[in-house]
């Protein structure tokens, strides 16, 4: 085994390395580290070079890590019968140092943008051929240690790592970074993991989101299925709304409203012209644009504008087989549910039951045999300042909203007074 193997390296560290010929002859010095990511991510490709003895404007050249081996000076060294290829395009490649350092990537563990500091490498034995190197990508460093090892790059190796190993590290295993995958020109081509991003709580996602900058942002967001980018759009301030959805036609963003709460839809949709809002009504299946045209009507300050009309509302007869049978059916957001609301014939409210209450029911039990909660209700032009204070009076996890004939509406949940508050201040 190569005594290299399993020596650690870093992209500042081999950046202006010299490679040497097989008489000793300085070829050229490393310009870039080259992956190639549609045959292995993992790895290492090769050393681009700035040749030793050219003019300046001169093509640069690749030498792959399989050409490479180490001589006795610790040289990094051609190996015999090998050669450099000149790199007419390097479109072809992922350059660590073009493409991912000081890039933006999303810390999935973290739930948080970071900036790239540096990449660490570790020499490791070939598979093949124990005295064969290969060059694995280990870690991203996004701590201090990373960007002074690149202040001071240029400096003896030994200098350089004395006064960085004073800053503990702070890195990504390279199997846990995602790298977002934007305009073309901008390189960056491996995608983010949607099935540890799709598990990620909205509001993480809408946090990162803030935090990127425009275009990874915006390359984020689209990469998004209509369910999760709909629960994070819900999370993220009007500005923010409108920015991630303007370059997008209005199928697409119909595809996501449909998907986000009535209310909030509605809300999106008022803060766009009348004639963006229309062409998106437009492209809506009939029964969510109803909901959501329905909504619009009224004042986003009433109760009305703030209400939902996703909630469970059961005939003052039902039982708790047809409560529970109600709650596997409902395609709303079953996380913001609390209660069960009964009604008449003519859709007034009756009762409310927590949800709670029917776990410890027998199935046959009748609703309105439940302890049921003190009914707490408001009209369609209440204000959000009613709303508030109507939650906080009573401790609400909801609240019904009735229209002028007394007839259930909607309901307004905990999360969207939150959400009015942090509004307010």
């Known amino acids: 085994m190569s005594k290299h193997a399993n020596q ?13 010929d097989q008489g000793g002859k300085p070829i050229g010095l490393i310009r870039e580290v080259a992956i190639a990511p549609a045959s292995d991510a993992a790895h290492v490709y090769g050393m681009v070079l700035r040749p030793a003895s050219s003019k300046r404007n001169s093509r640069s050249e690749l030498v792959q890590i399989a050409d490479l081996q180490f001589n006795h000076s610790g ?14 395009n390097d479109q072809d490649y992922l350059l ?58 240029g400096l003896p190796h030994r200098s350089v790592h004395k006064v ?86 209005s199928e ?8 986000m709460d009535p209310g909030a839809a509605a809300d999106l949709l008022s803060e766009l012209s009348d004639e963006r809002s229309e062409a998106i009504l437009d492209e809506m299946d009939p029964d969510g644009r109803q909901e ?19 909630y469970i509302a059961l005939p003052a007869t ?10 596997r059916t409902y395609e709303g957001d079953t996380a913001i549910l609390t209660d069960i609301y009964l009604v008449d014939e003519e859709e007034r409210l009756t009762g409310v039951v927590p949800l709670v209450h029917l776990l410890l029911a027998p199935a046959e039990t009748p609703l309105t045999e439940l302890p049921d909660s003190h009914i707490v209700t408001c009209n ?11 939650f906080d009076k009573y401790n609400l996890r909801s609240l019904p909203v009735l229209d002028e004939e007394k007839k259930l509406v909607g309901a307004i949940h905990a999360e969207q007074v939150i959400a009015l508050l942090r509004e307010n201040h």
């Open 75 to 88: 040289q990094m060294q051609l190996r015999k019968n090998a050669s450099t290829i000149a790199l007419d």
């Open 164 to 249: 960085a190993s004073r800053f503990g590290p702070s890195v990504i295993p390279w199997e846990f970074v995602d790298l977002i995958e934007r305009d073309p020109a901008r390189r960056v081509r491996l995608k983010i993991e949607q099935d540890r991003l799709s598990e990620m709580h909205p509001s993480d996602i809408a946090e990162i989101l803030e935090e990127l900058a425009p275009a990874e942002r915006q390359a984020l967001f689209v990469s998004l299925d209509e369910e999760v980018a709909a629960e994070a759009l819900e999370e993220v301030d009007p500005k923010l709304q409108r920015a991630l959805i303007e370059d997008l036609d």
């Open 252 to 259: 697409q963003v119909a595809g996501i409203v449909e998907e």
């Open 8 to 20: 650690r390296t870093s992209v500042s560290a081999l950046l202006g390395t010299t490679i040497v």
């Open 96 to 153: 660590l140092e073009r493409d991912l350092l000081d890039q933006q990537i999303i810390d999935i563990h973290g739930h948080k943008v970071v900036r790239v500091n540096d990449v660490e490498l570790v020499w490791e034995s070939s598979h093949e051929t124990a005295d064969d190197l290969i060059l694995r990508i280990c870690e991203v460093e996004v701590g201090l240690r990373g960007a002074v090892r690149r202040l001071l790059k």
């Open 318 to 327: 039902a039982r708790v087989s047809e409560a529970i049978e109600a709650l």
């Open 380 to 390: 369609t032009e209440a204000n959000g300042k009613k709303v508030a204070e109507l």
């Open 292 to 310: 959501v045209e329905e909504l619009l009507e009224f004042s986003g300050d009433s109760a009305a504008g703030r209400m939902t009309t996703e």
